[in-house]
């Protein structure tokens, strides 16, 4: 299963159907995971510090459109979170980065899933421009982590996935600019 999620993004990445493009960075309009076909529902650009650098752009493909983010986020359909890094950044970064996320969104106590934040985390590297970091989320087998199509591994928690959506869907989120863009609002995809 590993191998054909990871075989089946890295084909669906590098697609050279229609595409959203977002800040130079162009992503396919649909994809297949699970025998379902998604669609680019929004695209949206990360940017850090007050100087507004460029880190990701991030692209949110589900089932069903949709800009109501909390029915995403509880919705049990398949769905994929892909970010395609446009400057390097360090592990330490990206790990912070979850953990602040984790902590100003989750849906339950950060307690009941920090072990599986710390195992996300494990599998973080230094992220190069280019890098590509993929989330699918397929109902009963839980989040798969793919990094430049190498699978890292699956966590099988509801809430976790929840609450990994969350980080960009949720009340907190790293720029209301990159939520926006997933939702599909502010021309996000142009």
């Known amino acids: 299963?590993?191998?054909?999620?990871?075989?089946?993004?890295?084909v669906?990445?590098?697609?050279?159907?229609?595409?959203?493009e977002k800040s130079g960075v162009r992503m396919p309009d649909t994809m297949v995971l699970a025998g379902k076909r998604l669609t680019l529902n929004g695209m949206g650009l990360r940017e850090a510090t007050?100087?507004?650098?460029?880190?990701?752009?991030?692209?949110l493909y589900l089932e069903t459109v949709s800009s109501n983010a909390n029915a995403?986020?509880?919705?049990?359909?398949?769905?994929?979170?892909?970010?395609?890094f446009v400057r390097d950044v360090d592990?330490?970064?990206?790990?912070?980065?979850?953990?602040?996320?984790?902590?100003?969104?989750?849906?339950?106590?950060?307690?009941?899933?920090q072990p599986l934040i710390d195992r996300l985390n494990a599998w973080m590297p230094d992220f190069s421009?280019?890098?590509?970091?993929?989330?699918?989320?397929?109902?009963?087998?839980?989040?798969?982590?793919?990094?430049?199509?190498q699978v890292k591994g699956t966590i099988n928690h509801e809430e976790f996935a929840r609450s990994l959506f969350s980080i960009w869907l949720g009340q907190k989120p790293p720029t209301k600019a990159l939520r926006s863009g997933l939702l599909g609002k502010h021309g996000a995809t142009s």
């Open 1 to 10: 299963m590993r191998i054909a999620v990871a075989l089946i993004l890295t």
């Open 12 to 20: 669906a990445m590098f697609a050279p159907a229609r595409a959203g």
């Open 50 to 59: 007050v100087f507004n650098v460029n880190v990701y752009v991030a692209g």
């Open 72 to 84: 995403i986020v509880q919705s049990n359909q398949v769905k994929i979170l892909t970010l395609r």
């Open 91 to 113: 592990r330490g970064d990206i790990t912070k980065a979850w953990r602040d996320g984790f902590k100003n969104n989750a849906t339950v106590k950060l307690a009941t899933i």
């Open 129 to 149: 421009d280019g890098d590509v970091l993929t989330f699918s989320y397929v109902p009963d087998t839980g989040v798969t982590v793919v990094i430049n199509g």
